[in-house]
């Protein structure tokens, strides 16, 4: 067992506090940054070191397995026929999940993403620029907003629930840490937010789904939640 492996495992508090204050280092740079500039140099960069996505190793096939089939159950159950993807990403994972039926809209703040998808379009998927906080999105049956809020300060989600709530669709599937809690960031940097803990105070959701996240054992409760968007705080 080498020093790191020893010292995670005997002092795992201290990593933690060690991982967040160089995150928190590293990611200073983007305080008051404009949100599309921030998430445009993320994605140019490969910040998050995805080595079949620049989305992040979370949109890579070992940690979507799972995802696809909360995606399918979801969208049956819930008798989904329009869906919101936002952020949408580069489509590594999802375009394996059977969305034949479903009118899909992926919408990401960062330009160069939509326009590679644009270019490969379907013809029930449209593609649209956007800013979760503050554009016009199209009303839907189900929001997918995975791996997005882990990246957003308090303001920033506070501002992104707002916005969606002003569209009125009916559902919104997203990600939440339920055995966490919770500490502000940067816009740009990452944390796991449990949704239904202090300052955000999501209501219990209707149904939770776990990811069966393998990347790190901390985040073993890593799951997407299924709200109604009338019932968001």
Same mark, same amino acid.
């Given at each position: 067992?080498?020093?790191?492996?020893? &010292? %995670? %495992?005997?002092?795992? /508090?201290?990593?933690?506090?060690?991982?967040?204050?160089?995150?928190?280092?590293?990611?200073?740079?983007?305080? =008051?940054?404009?949100? *599309?500039?921030?998430? /445009?140099?993320?994605?140019?960069?490969?910040?998050? =070191?995805?080595?079949?996505?620049?989305?992040? !190793?979370?949109?890579?096939?070992?940690?979507? /397995?799972?995802?696809? &089939?909360?995606?399918?159950?979801?969208?049956?159950?819930? %008798? @989904?026929?329009?869906?919101?993807?936002?952020?949408?990403? *580069?489509?590594?994972?999802?375009?394996d999940v059977d969305l034949?039926?479903?009118?899909?809209?992926?919408? *990401? &703040?960062?330009?160069?993403?939509?326009?590679?998808n644009k270019a490969n379009?379907?013809?029930? $998927? $449209?593609?649209?620029?956007?800013?979760? /906080?503050?554009?016009?999105l199209p009303s839907v049956?189900?929001?997918?907003?995975?791996?997005?809020?882990?990246?957003?300060?308090?303001?920033? @989600?506070?501002?992104?629930?707002?916005?969606?709530?002003?569209?009125?669709? %009916?559902? @919104?599937?997203?990600? !939440?840490?339920?055995?966490?809690?919770?500490?502000?960031?940067?816009?740009?940097?990452?944390?796991?937010?449990?949704?239904?803990?202090?300052?955000?105070?999501?209501?219990?959701? @209707?149904?939770?789904?776990?990811?069966?996240?393998?990347? *790190?054992?901390?985040?073993?409760?890593?799951?997407?939640?299924?709200?109604?968007?009338?019932?968001?705080?």
């Open positions: 067992m080498n020093l790191r492996t020893l &010292i %995670k %495992k005997r002092f795992p /508090t201290l990593i933690d506090f060690w991982n967040r204050f160089y995150n928190e280092l590293a990611h200073a740079k983007y305080n =008051n940054k404009p949100m *599309d500039s921030v998430f /445009t140099n993320i994605y140019m960069k490969n910040h998050w =070191n995805g080595k079949l996505s620049r989305s992040g !190793t979370g949109s890579e096939a070992s940690q979507t /397995t799972e995802v696809k &089939i909360i995606i399918k159950r979801v969208i049956d159950e819930y %008798k @989904i026929s329009t869906l919101l993807d936002i952020p949408c990403g *580069d489509l590594n994972w999802i375009k034949s039926n479903i009118t899909y809209y992926g919408s *990401d &703040i960062v330009e160069e993403i939509i326009r590679n379009i379907k013809e029930n $998927h $449209h593609f649209m620029i956007a800013d979760i /906080t503050s554009s016009k049956d189900l929001i997918l907003c995975r791996d997005c809020l882990v990246h957003f300060s308090y303001d920033d @989600i506070k501002k992104a629930v707002a916005n969606l709530k002003l569209m009125q669709s %009916k559902y @919104i599937l997203t990600t !939440t840490f339920p055995s966490h809690n919770n500490y502000d960031i940067v816009t740009g940097n990452w944390r796991p937010i449990n949704l239904e803990a202090k300052p955000l105070n999501f209501p219990p959701p @209707i149904a939770v789904f776990n990811e069966k996240c393998s990347e *790190d054992s901390r985040y073993h409760d890593k799951s997407l939640g299924l709200w109604r968007i009338f019932d968001l705080p």
